[in-house]
């Protein structure tokens, strides 16, 4: 995804960095960028940013990263978290910029998009309607 | 007899039945009852990954007290999903004890919990416990010739530390395999996710992951692939099935560890759930006649 920044003072004190760092509980500006996570997500060929570039634009406090479908392709399978140098666990991060969304109350699965499945497994539907719905 | 209270959580009351029955059935000729833990509650599944969100804990700690009622410290569990969620809630709340008097202020019928509860995997158990010199002198039908690739997914290994073993490099599958007899089949997909709940609305990814996985244990010759969770299980079978035919999909079947170490101990492994059925190459490898109940 071609991204202009545009950097201000203020968005770095702004909000979504505060909010993004209290939810996750993590410190993002320990991350220098080194690419890790993405280069071991294996998710990252279905994202429209990869993991590194979520964190930069949290880091850079542009709330276009509120609209990027990565995080929701995020399977929080934790990989980025173990390899990560800096210790940043990327998985709360996403799962940090999901909650943002589901709390204004916005969900991104619905039940009308399985319609068509025969039978899922409750591990799956659960686990899917708890990351995905408000 | 020794027992263990044992969390089996919803998936293996349903579409995993096989996991459990075969477990419940070696775990006995290995000297152990798994102790189904009374008025237990789903786990919740997934673990929240967000700082403040306590209500999704009460789950998996309502289940730990129910541990704490029994007079009883540990948990086991078969299912890598539960196993994560119950072991990090655990942890959670260990490390902060002020979350803890919130979730226990919100439970009214409930005693406090304590804290204490050791969550653990049966292959853990089966490999601290028990013991492989054990494991090995009760197999009954080593399983020869058989080449299994094993497959870890995420939450038996991650985060580091709270999983089973190593999680870059684990062995704790390789060794069991091996103390049945089998042929362990490495491959680099090993503990790579198979898309988890995104199998849910996100068919197509976990279609495309499974591809992969499957196709590195075809590629090494691998005749089964033995895994430790209904949801990688569900992934690997059902949605692999499903790709079947597609962008030359492979197709191997998958089975539980579990259902494995039935088959060696001459117990039954409950096979007969799965879309890509393993019977036929166990039968071919000579493995399904001398089965008993
Ligand atoms: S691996 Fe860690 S330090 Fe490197 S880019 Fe990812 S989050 Fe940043
Ligand atoms: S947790 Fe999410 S971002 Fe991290 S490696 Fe897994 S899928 Fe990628």
Known sequence: ?134 | MKRIPYFPGCGLKDQARGFELAALAAMERLGYELAELPRWNCCGTVYSLASDDLMRHLAPIRNLIRVQELGESRLVTLCSMCFGTLKRSAQFVEEDSERLATINAFMDEEDDYQGGVEVLHLLAVLRDEVGYEAIEEAVERPLEGLKVAPYYGCMLLRPRGLGVDDPDHPRVMEELLSALGAEVVDHPYKVECCGSYLTAGRADVVEARVAAIAGAAVQRGADLIATSCPLCQFNLDTRLSQAAGRRGTPSIPSVYFTQLLALALGADPHLGEQAIDPRPVLAARGFLSEVRG
């Not at chain 1, 003072?9 to 500006?29: F, I, P, Q």
């Open chain 1, 1 to 134: 995804m071609a991204h202009e920044l545009r950097l201000t003072g203020e968005r770095l004190t702004g909000e979504l960095v505060a909010k993004v760092e209290e939810l996750s509980g993590e410190n993002l500006y320990a991350c220098f960028q080194c690419g890790k996570c993405s280069a071991g997500c294996l998710f990252a060929d279905h994202m429209d940013l990869l993991p590194s570039q979520v964190l930069r634009l949290v880091q850079l406090g542009d709330e276009d990263v509120l609209s990027a479908q990565a995080p929701w392709v995020c399977a929080s399978c934790l990989a980025c978290a173990v390899r990560c140098p800096k210790g940043v666990d990327i998985a709360k991060v996403m799962e940090a910029i999901r909650l943002i969304s589901l709390r204004k109350g916005e969900p991104h699965l619905s039940p009308r998009a399985l319609a068509k499945e025969e039978r899922l497994p409750q591990i799956a539907l659960v686990g899917a309607f708890r990351k995905m719905t408000p």
